[in-house]
């Protein structure tokens, strides 16, 4: 495979390519087909990904820090991946894995995370208004001043996960699980609880009605 090539964003058809560990910071990549491909370790950092087709790629530890990331990344391997300030505003992430990623300052809003696994990672200010994550996995996540305003939330898995302060302004949370979920400060207005378990859940200071 041309690494010259790919650089200068003359390939498009990429499937299953094998560009692990190489140095594509930068890179247009824009609407490539890069499904299965093995991105273990690959820096991307400030890539153009927009509209492209990583359905389970492998992006273990990549490098992706302020790349577009509006793609279709659907039951990628997103494991200690590095998105600080990367763009996945609409991005399709179903199924997708990223636990120990780094998403500080990402911004998710309109994202789809069906699914996906968010498990003990950091969201902490993160954007996420409207995202859709029905069904996620983010048990032990710290979600602590994050924008959900709207965001889809139906039955996913909130046990034990730090929402203080989070913006839960007419957010779905039918369903949902949240033993001992501290929902400190947070703010509740037109949010559905639903048919959701509260379990031992940390309710002070939550505001659930306009004053």
Not at 107 to 113: V, W
Not at 165 to 174: K, P, S, T, V
Request: aromatic share 2%; with cysteine; glycine share 12%.
């Amino acid at each position: 495979m041309e690494i010259e090539a790919i650089r200068k964003g003359e390939l498009k058809a990429l499937a299953g390519v094998n560009l692990e560990d190489e140095d594509l910071a930068g890179v247009n990549l824009a609407g490539c087909n890069l499904a299965g491909a093995k991105l273990v370790g690959t820096n991307l950092r400030g890539a153009n990904l927009e509209r492209a087709y990583l359905e389970g790629a492998n992006l273990m530890g990549a490098q992706l820090a302020g790349a577009d990331l509006r793609a279709n990344l659907w039951g990628a391997n997103l494991m200690q991946a590095n998105l600080v300030q990367a763009d996945l505003r609409g991005a399709s992430l179903r199924g997708a894995n990223l636990m120990g990623a780094n998403p500080h300052q990402a911004n998710f809003s309109g994202a789809s995370l069906c699914g996906a696994n968010l498990m003990n990672v950091n969201l902490q200010g993160v954007d996420l208004r409207q995202a859709d994550l029905r069904g996620a996995n983010l048990s032990n996540a710290n979600l602590h001043g994050a924008d959900l305003r709207m965001a889809n939330l139906q039955g996913a898995l909130l046990t034990e996960a730090n929402l203080e302060e989070a913006d839960l302004r007419e957010a779905n949370l039918g369903g949902a699980t949240l033993i001992r979920a501290s929902l400190l400060c947070a703010e509740l207005e037109g949010t559905n609880l639903g048919g959701a378990d509260l379990t031992e859940v940390c309710l002070t200071g939550t505001v659930l009605a306009p004053s």
